[in-house]
């Protein structure tokens, strides 16, 4: 049944949140201005992210050879959520992907979002596939992203593309919690001036990620490489058939194989999962210490590893079915001498059958 309700997700996906919205600047000051009376945007700076440029007339067969995505979702939106895998099937990274929304850029020619340590990886990674295809890959200085976001569940927000030649607001595809994307090339001082237009009421973080981030894993939501180890997890267990970063219906590509077959079995065991804390940890280790740090049940039998914290919250690589029947859990961290209690819940965006699949 699940595996029916997420191909049907799918395939609509591309339709629901690809809806051009070729409006001005100033109609998106209006869009906003709609749903202002509710709880208000945060507006926060995502400098760690970098982006890794792919541009050519063979660049749409060449990824579409090496992520998880299908790249003719490009044909109804802007942006699109993949990832690209090993040949063994873990996952080397996760990527935004958009449509360069440069003015003079040519048809075939995307922006990969990263963790800026990612990046040389990344590029690196996409020349080893290269060979004689007409395709220039490089890192792109020219672009910063911000995200812009609402604690609360807001109703009346326009989903699909917005943009202008200063300023790029685009739906974040993977959950709709998750708000906009922000991409601009303007100067920093230039940029604020647009957002607080584009977002009126909205509360603007200076320099730290930190809300972003917390929100995140209030939601159970991954993302770059403290929460997705190169080559120590698996895309289905990283949530992203959820996020509508995976078809299974376009042809191979790099890592194929076993996420294909995980998914036609319908066994997937592990997957991340948000985890509240009683009190925030306070750790006197090497932060090096907390990676894959075990989480515990109430038998002390180990349910999970820790995939990052920050604040009250964290996100976890969890067992399902030993979670989701209920009970404490810990946090045991090398070199602590007490173990740090929390909690886990099922997140409200996963479909409903999920736990008879454990």
Known sequence: MLLTRCTTAQQRWPAIVG?????????????????????????????????????????????????????????HTGVMYTMFLKANGRVFCDTLMYKRPALDTEPHDYLLECDASVAPRLEKHLKLYRLRKKVQVGMDETYCVWAAFKDEIATGDAEGLIKNSRLHVLKDPRLPRLGYRVLSHEEQSTIRELLKSAFPDAVMSADRADPYTEFRYSLGIGEGEENLPDGKCFPLESNCDLLHGVSFHKGCYIGQ?????????????????????????????????????????????????????IGNHGIGLLRIEKILSGGELTLNIPGETSAIPCRTSKPSWWPKELNTRA
């Open 257 to 309: 194989e076993l996420t294909a077959r995980t998914y036609h079995t319908g066994v997937i065991r592990k997957r991340l999962m948000p985890l509240v804390f009683e009190s925030a940890p306070k750790v006197s280790v090497d932060p090096d210490a907390l990676r894959d740090a075990e989480i515990k049940n109430v038998e002390g039998t180990a349910v999970g590893k820790l995939r990052g914290f």
């Open 19 to 75: 809806q051009s919205l070729n409006r001005t600047f100033n109609s998106t000051r209006t869009l906003h201005q709609s749903v202002s009376a509710q709880a208000p945007f945060k507006v926060v700076p995502l400098r760690a992210r970098k982006f890794v440029r792919v541009q050519g007339s063979d660049s749409v067969s060449f990824l579409q050879g090496l992520m998880t995505n299908d790249m003719r979702h490009f044909e």
